[in-house]
């Protein structure tokens, strides 16, 4: 297995033990792939959640870019219980688990087919 392939199995090991949810393998790998090499970058590859910056970036470039939502409050909502279900108190929240749930969130999963 290469890195990419053992990263993919450490965000399924999260959302399964911090996140309480089974993964959809397949867009997992495509959520992944789609995050590009960020997921090899130690401070990329996480969201810093206490970070008001590191929240707009999400919501603008991730929300609104590529899942072609529309700005306002449920965005925010939403990144919010997202955080909430990956644990506060989880140091590391890796982007492309982030993206993953706000991606079955919306029921986004068309962007990736």
Known sequence: M???DDLIAQYADDLKNKC??????DLLTKVTI????????ADASTVA??????????????LIKKLGLSDGP????????VLTTYGQ???????????????KHFGKESVYG
């Open 89 to 103: 108190s989880e140091r590391n929240k890796y982007r492309a688990v982030v993206y993953y749930m706000l991606t």
């Open 20 to 25: 309480g949810m089974s993964a959809d393998m």
């Open 49 to 62: 959640a206490t970070q008001p910056d590191e929240i707009a970036t999400v919501k603008n470039n991730f």
């Open 74 to 81: 449920q965005l925010d909502d939403a990144i919010n219980s």
């Open 2 to 4: 290469g890195k990419r």
């Open 34 to 41: 789609g995050c590009g090499p960020a997921i090899y970058n």
